[in-house]
């Protein structure tokens, strides 16, 4: 299975822009980059996926490498709110879509 | 949106008690899953299931059985509790085909066995 590698904690201040990197040197071509995310006391919810192009929503947007080596998910504004572990994930395809989850980055958001 | 309703926020049982952690979910999804999360090891798969009365062991299914009789329930069963199965239990669901497709997490059950 192909493996993520993110830093273990980022800092941010409140309203400022945030950039989580994710290094995923061995993805497959088909593999897709999911990003999720868990707040205290609370189950992981999902943020944002790609494949190759990058992609935007409401949470979030994903910058994806044109290698697809590397991927950063992208807060715009970050708010107290924000403040949790961001996993970047590689599920498996050839089990149901498991998610591996590896230790994340906890992100802390400064006022 | 998609609800996945795990029946207790917080359970304590006693050692050598037989446990019932229930998950429901009501998007007619075709997997399920049970993953336990412990302070510096992560989340970790113990089993799941592509339908009904199906299952397959995760990564950590030692001490644990499941049972799938509905599509909507997926129940994780310690037949004799223990202490170090103290843990925080998430239960998620998904639908099945592609790999975009993705996983609904329960709030969490929080297991002490004393």
């Known amino acids: 299975d192909a493996k993520t590698t993110q830093p273990n904690s980022m800092e941010s201040n409140e309203e400022e822009p945030v950039h989580l990197p994710c290094n995923h040197s061995?993805?497959?071509?088909?593999?897709?980059i999911h990003w999720y995310r868990q707040l205290p006391s609370q189950g992981p919810e999902y943020v944002i996926h790609?494949?190759?192009s990058n992609v935007n929503n409401r949470m979030a947007s994903l910058a994806i490498a044109e290698d697809r080596k590397s991927s950063t998910l992208i807060l715009h504004r970050a708010t107290l709110r924000d403040a949790a572990v961001y996993y970047c994930?590689?599920?498996?395809?050839?089990?149901?879509?498991?998610?591996?989850f590896g230790g994340g980055t906890r992100l802390m958001v400064k006022p | 949106d998609v609800k996945v309703t795990q029946s207790s926020r917080y359970l304590v049982k006693r050692t050598g008690e037989k446990v019932f952690l229930e998950c429901v979910q009501d998007m007619d999804h075709e997997n399920m899953f049970w993953y336990r999360q412990d302070p510096g090891l992560g989340l970790r798969l113990i089993y799941f299931?592509?339908?009904?009365?199906?299952?397959e062991k995760g990564d950590i299914p030692e001490g644990y059985s499941v049972s799938r009789e509905k599509k909507e329930r997926f129940s994780l069963i310690l037949e004799s509790a223990s202490t170090n199965q103290t843990s925080m239990y998430l239960c998620?669901?998904?639908?099945?085909?592609?790999?975009?497709?993705?996983?609904?997490f329960g709030a969490g059950t929080r297991l002490s066995v004393l």
């Open positions: 998620a669901s998904s639908r099945s085909g592609k790999t975009k497709n993705i996983q609904y």
């Open positions: 994930i590689l599920p498996n395809n050839n089990a149901g879509n498991m998610l591996t």
């Open positions: 299931s592509y339908d009904v009365k199906m299952k």
């Open positions: 790609g494949l190759t």
């Open positions: 061995t993805i497959s071509g088909t593999d897709y």
